[in-house]
């Protein structure tokens, strides 16, 4: 398209309410190569999760980088864009980045202190990173270092795929207990405590209080 001459800029120009997708493996500001299906996964770090223990990985079909992590996340961004456009009016440009949402979606600090970053290669201690995302490992801190982790998750966190004029912010929070906010949003969309309670009641919600840990 941007060949032609009818790249977003251009688009948009004539037509501020166009959304305009642009689905690729390594991002708008990412690396201007050739790849497939296989070559954004292996870059995410995903493929090593898959397949058994003590042997060789093996790719998926296309389901997850290509369908899931293109099709399907370039999708739900659509959606997103479509329903902003009805506040004002415009529209924007979605980068959905392969590479990018496949590495955003699988990460995690698990109980026992170890991190489970799929986009990073682990040996031992060191961290080895992909360099088509821009980090650098020497200038990273210490990865097994408790009190350095909040600011890991933030360079580790990075919403994708990324819409041009209303970018989404990175949730550093913690994820939220099952049921735990059913109460304030049922009030909110006007139900009355009767009717929670017969929700409740017949098993179709669940509500849990936030618990403190002490």
Known sequence: MEKLGMGPEELLKENPRLIYSCL??????????????????????????????????YAPLNLVADFAGGGL???FRVVLALLERTKLCRG?????????TRSAYYWDINCKGIFTIVYLILDGSKMAIPPRLGLDAVNLPPQMSFCDWPELRQIFTYPAPVLSRTPADPCLTRDPFIGEHTRPVLEESGFKPPE???LLSAGIIECN??????
């Open 24 to 57: 690729t493996g390594y991002g708008l500001s990412g690396a201007k190569a050739a790849g497939h299906d296989i070559n954004y996964l292996v870059m995410s770090g995903l493929l090593s999760m898959l397949g058994r223990s003590h042997e060789k990985p």
């Open 73 to 75: 996340t370039c999708a």
């Open 92 to 100: 924007q440009v979605i980068d959905a980045s392969m590479v990018r």
């Open 196 to 198: 929670e309670k017969q």
């Open 209 to 214: 209080a936030a618990k403190a840990k002490l």
